[in-house]
């Protein structure tokens, strides 16, 4: 199919687009059922019957740039996280706050939003972006100067096993795990 022909949609599709966009409209301030309704609309193909791509439905249809949307959806991917956590009591209320948390793998979000939530009482203050922020920073893998042991002595690895073992934990990595890190590299690294 080309991008510019549509797609009929089912009866029960149209009924659930309907659905999902009323929650889009009138729910503009809560980010989890947006960006959980723009995931399904995305997931289902609901789009197709009005635009030829997902991006130019959320462009033309609610002024959303492909960026935003994204946030939002893995923003209410994250709030989800949390709340079937057994420390998911008090969840993030803005995606602004849920941000941070998704350089994290799932597992480890739960652990650095109560961190954050920490953090924020300690200063008697509400949970803002910079305390998730501070605690995400905590909670990622430090880079650590490793050494391999070799013949039973330790030595420095070899340039070109280092890039094996890169190579490899490249290869194994989350396309979300491969994006924070070259987020990471061109925050810290200023390439």
């Known amino acids: 199919m080309n991008r510019m022909s549509k797609t009929i949609l089912t009866t029960q599709e149209t009924v659930r687009l309907c659905e999902l966009e009323r929650i889009i409209q009138k729910g503009k301030d809560t980010f989890v059922e947006v960006g959980t309704s723009l995931s399904e609309i995305r997931h289902a193909k609901l789009y197709v019957a009005s635009h030829g791509t997902f991006e130019e439905y959320c462009e033309k249809r609610w002024d959303m740039g492909k960026s935003h ?16 956590s057994p420390m998911g009591e008090v969840i993030p209320t803005s995606e602004r706050q849920a941000r941070p948390l998704a350089k994290l793998p799932a597992a480890e979000q739960p652990a650095a939003w109560t961190k954050a939530q920490e953090k924020a009482k300690d200063e008697g203050k509400p949970v803002a972006a910079r305390h998730v922020e501070e605690a995400v920073a905590e909670v990622m893998p430090k880079a650590e100067h490793e050494t391999v042991v070799m013949g039973g002595t330790k030595e420095e690895p070899k340039d070109s096993e280092r890039i094996s073992l890169l190579k490899s934990t490249w290869n194994k990595a989350s396309k979300r795990e491969k994006v924070a890190f070259a987020a990471w590299i061109n925050r810290n690294w200023k390439l």
């Open 69 to 84: 949307v994204n946030r939002l959806m893995e923003a209410a991917r994250i709030v989800e996280t949390i709340k079937t």
